[in-house]
């Protein structure tokens, strides 16, 4: 009974690649984000989408896409992968409303690139 | 820009030691703040959180103390184990009202 979760776990991949990474949440939030981990341990934002609309776009490269098909899913599309990509990402999810910011995270999905 | 950061990146400490892990923040607007800890392979936890209105806020063997005089936050572990080994997050509400902006992070090793 995952709560949010992220697939694949791990991905191996080549340069100039492009990959997708999925996640899903059963929690019935209506805030869904991406979050990237970097080597020394540092989470930064990326996207966030409320109730399928973006809502938070970072300072990522156009090579990162996400989409919301519902509420319940938000997944990350990467174009032509670069070597700086590999990190962790995290997906999390969180009910908008009293407390926004309380998330619930996946175990993540750990990307390399090649 | 803003910033939430942490005084110390690495934090030793004996079984059944408190431990106290700092964070110091930036943005004076910051009116949320919540403390996360994640295990190695695993996502963040959420452990607790605080409103800019309370200077201090407990939970089971935590506590979250927030002194918005200097805009510094801690974490206060009472009597910490082996399962308290992780690495501890502070986070603040972003300016968007929906995103979380982490600090980065602190390493907690318990040692028996």
């Known amino acids: 009974d995952t709560a949010v979760s992220q697939t694949p776990k791990y991905l191996v991949t080549q340069m100039g690649n492009d990959k997708s990474i999925k996640c899903e949440q059963n929690l019935g939030h209506d805030t869904m984000y991406w979050y990237k981990q970097d080597s020394k341990k540092f989470l930064k934002i990326m996207f966030s989408y409320n109730n399928k609309e973006l809502i938070i776009n970072e300072t990522v490269p156009n090579r990162f896409s996400p989409k919301s098909p519902d509420k319940a899913h938000l997944n990350l599309h990467i174009n032509s992968l670069e070597l700086g990509d590999s990190a962790v990402y995290f997906c999390?999810?969180?009910?908008?409303?009293?407390?926004?910011?309380?998330?619930?995270f996946g175990s993540g999905t750990r990307l390399t690139v090649v | 820009g803003e910033s939430v950061g942490l005084h110390l990146p690495t934090l030793s400490v004996q079984e059944g030691d408190n431990s106290i892990i700092n964070c110091a923040y930036s943005?004076?607007?910051?009116?949320?703040f919540i403390w996360y800890k994640q295990e190695s392979g695993k996502g963040p936890q959420f452990i607790i959180d605080?409103?800019?209105?309370?200077d201090k806020r407990q939970g089971q063997r935590v506590t979250v103390l927030l002194n918005k005089t200097v805009k510094h936050l801690s974490l206060q572990i009472a009597a910490t184990q082996p399962g308290d080994s992780a690495v501890y997050f502070c986070a603040e509400k972003g300016d968007s009202g929906y995103a979380l902006n982490f600090g980065k992070g602190t390493s907690l090793l318990v040692t028996p």
């Open positions: 943005n004076s607007a910051s009116d949320y």
């Open positions: 999390a999810s969180s009910q908008s409303g009293n407390i926004p910011a309380r998330y619930t």
């Open positions: 605080i409103r800019s209105n309370m």
